[in-house]
């Protein structure tokens, strides 16, 4: 069964950071671009990052650029997430996708506040 799980969500100040984890299984997980998306609340999906197989090449928002910073161990089949001068407006549900294969995770949840 595939999967994806997120961790590393929490409560964090206006300019502070923090680092989101997700480990996939089921799947061979360093053949495939992973992603994160997020929702803040009453909004729809917003995609952040996406870092491809091998890790070479990553691509952000243009809202995280200079920020965030997405990256990837294979062979812990794990893709993290660091957010960086977080801003309250990025207060939300954190997902991990793979969108090749259509698979989410639970989602962590990110909340800013001081």
């Known amino acids: 069964e595939v999967q994806l799980a997120e961790s590393g969500g929490d409560l964090v100040q206006p300019g502070g950071s923090l680092r989101l984890t997700c480990v996939g299984s089921?799947?061979?997980?360093?053949?495939?671009?992973m992603s994160w998306v997020r929702q803040a609340p009453g909004k729809g999906l917003e995609w952040v990052s996406t870092?491809?197989?091998?890790?070479?090449?990553?691509y952000y928002a243009d809202s995280v650029k200079g920020r965030f910073t997405i990256s990837r161990t294979d062979s812990e089949n794990t893709v993290y997430l660091q957010l960086n001068r977080v801003k309250p407006e990025e207060e939300g549900m954190y997902y991990c996708?793979?969108?090749?294969?259509?698979?989410w995770g639970q989602g962590t949840q990110v909340t800013v506040s001081k």
């Open positions: 870092i491809i197989s091998g890790g070479k090449q990553t």
């Open positions: 996708r793979n969108y090749m294969m259509g698979t």
């Open positions: 089921g799947f061979r997980f360093g053949d495939y671009s």
